[in-house]
């Protein structure tokens, strides 16, 4: 099963950043997120779709549907600049996207 | 507070193998360690994480994933909440972070908590 991300998107601070996952029919699965800076352990930041971990702030929201799952950062912020990957269950097995750089400047 | 604690840096050759350790701190044996998977992910430098498989310490069942499955051993001791690594026939390509992560009572179907990784070099 594959997850396909964009390398990368581009914010304005302040704005809204949206990240997107593909898949088949990826809408019948439950989609994570999760951050990760350089350097560092990826941090969970949405799972089922669109549930936020205790400790991650409102401005971070994800949807998923048909063949698209969207990550979406409101009010982006500096210290939003991470790599974030979607990962979803298939058969049993986990499977993350590519990955995509998001960049605010 | 749960936390998932690795083993250090490793240096190999090719050819040989290495055995990465994660203690899960925080829980009792009979607990909560038993019941979630602990899975093993990798990220290349400069490349995305990528899975390897799993393991759900209460019933020693392990799922691989088709990339790794001729060359890696998932266990777990369930009288020290650690869990292993094991992957042989090293390569040069196997130079990596290696984390392991798992769930918690928290989320559902999602990695909460992870290592703080261990970094495979392969070299001769």
């Known amino acids: 099963y594959d997850l396909t991300q964009p390398p990368s998107v581009s914010v304005s601070p302040g704005l809204t950043a949206s990240i997107t996952c593909s898949g088949d029919r990826l809408g019948d699965k439950f989609v994570s997120w999760y951050q990760q800076e350089p350097g560092q352990s990826p941090v969970l930041v949405i799972y089922q779709d669109y549930k936020r971990p205790s400790g991650i702030p409102e401005r971070f929201s994800g949807s998923n549907s048909g063949n698209t799952a969207t990550l979406t950062i409101s009010g982006t912020q500096a210290l939003d600049e991470s790599d974030y990957y979607c990962q979803v269950w298939d058969s049993g097995l986990a499977v993350f996207g590519g990955g995509t750089k998001l960049t605010v400047l | 507070q749960v936390q998932l604690v690795q083993s250090g840096a490793e240096v190999k050759k090719p050819g040989s193998s290495v055995k990465v350790s994660c203690r899960t701190s925080g829980v009792t044996p009979g607990g909560s360690f038993n019941n979630y998977a602990v899975s093993w992910v990798r990220q290349v430098p400069g490349q995305g994480l990528e899975w390897m498989g799993r393991?759900?310490?209460?019933?020693?069942?392990?799922t691989y994933a088709q990339k790794f499955q001729a060359r890696v051993t998932i266990t777990a001791d369930k009288s020290t909440t650690t869990s292993y690594m094991e992957l042989v026939s090293l390569r040069r390509e196997d130079t990596a972070v290696y984390f392991c992560?798992?769930?918690?009572?928290?989320?559902?179907?999602?990695?909460?908590?992870w290592g703080q990784g261990t970094i495979l070099t392969v070299s001769s």
């Open positions: 992560a798992r769930r918690t009572d928290s989320v559902d179907d999602a990695f909460d908590i």
């Open positions: 393991i759900i310490p209460a019933l020693g069942d392990t």
